[in-house]
């Protein structure tokens, strides 16, 4: 895990780390869908 700028509170980077996880595993899901169902 990549942390930039050590001086934002640890509070708002575990927000933002968060919110890139679940848009990422969104994406892979839909991808998988599309994929599953040509």
């Given at each position: 895990?990549?942390?930039?700028?050590?001086?934002?509170p640890?509070?708002?980077?575990?927000?933002?780390s968060?919110?890139q996880?679940?848009?990422l595993?969104?994406t892979?899901?839909?991808?998988?869908?599309?994929?599953e169902?040509?």
């Amino acid at each position: 895990m990549r942390v930039r700028g050590k001086a934002m509170p640890p509070s708002h980077f575990s927000q933002t780390s968060n919110a890139q996880d679940t848009n990422l595993t969104e994406t892979k899901n839909s991808t998988l869908f599309l994929i599953e169902n040509r």
